[in-house]
């Protein structure tokens, strides 16, 4: 019986999965400078939270390898990435050591690595952390932001990178 619940219970994530997948999201790039290095990881499990205090969240798998390292940071970066930026944000989220390959950054005094060509960049300091099961939710507080506005942003739809069209 154990292995059947076990079977019902992938195929529900899976069908989950496919079902959120249809949910269009931006992508985040969380970054920052860790022992002089650049750290970073690509999610789109972001969004606003609160006006006042500023906060936002991004949800962080429990398996990730890269996040106890970041969350190290006093300060992370976050850069909503463009519509160019399909190839970094791949890499962000491999396990390669050559993340940064190709990708222009720039470090902030505090430590925080924003990506150049994003749309949008937000400096932040950790708030808060829930469980959220199988991901950790991360509040952070904005303490500093800067827009982008002719730069389009990079959509994940249906398990795929997009662009914005106009209609």
């Known amino acids: 019986m154990a292995v059947q619940l076990q079977k019902q219970t992938a195929d529900m994530q899976?069908?989950?999965?496919?079902?959120?997948?249809?949910?269009?999201?931006?992508?985040?790039?969380?970054?920052?400078?860790?022992?002089?290095?650049?750290v970073g990881m690509s999610m789109n499990s972001f969004t606003s939270v609160s006006l006042d205090p500023p906060l936002v969240s991004i949800c962080v798998a429990r398996t990730s390898t890269t996040w106890p390292i970041l969350k190290t940071s006093d300060r992370l970066g976050l850069s909503v990435l463009g519509a160019q930026q399909s190839a970094l944000c791949r890499r962000l989220a491999s396990r390669s050591q050559e993340r940064f390959e190709s990708g222009e950054w720039q470090a902030r005094e505090s430590g925080a690595v924003l990506l150049n060509d994003?749309?949008?960049?937000?400096?932040?300091?950790?708030?808060?952390?829930?469980?959220?099961?199988d991901h950790e939710v991360i509040l952070l507080e904005v303490v500093d932001s800067e827009l982008f506005p002719d730069v389009k942003p990079l959509i994940f739809h249906q398990s795929k990178f997009h662009e914005l069209q106009a209609h």
């Open 118 to 133: 994003a749309t949008l960049w937000l400096e932040c300091e950790q708030y808060a952390s829930v469980d959220g099961g």
């Open 14 to 38: 899976l069908a989950l999965r496919q079902a959120l997948s249809l949910f269009p999201t931006g992508v985040v790039a969380a970054c920052a400078l860790i022992d002089g290095s650049p």
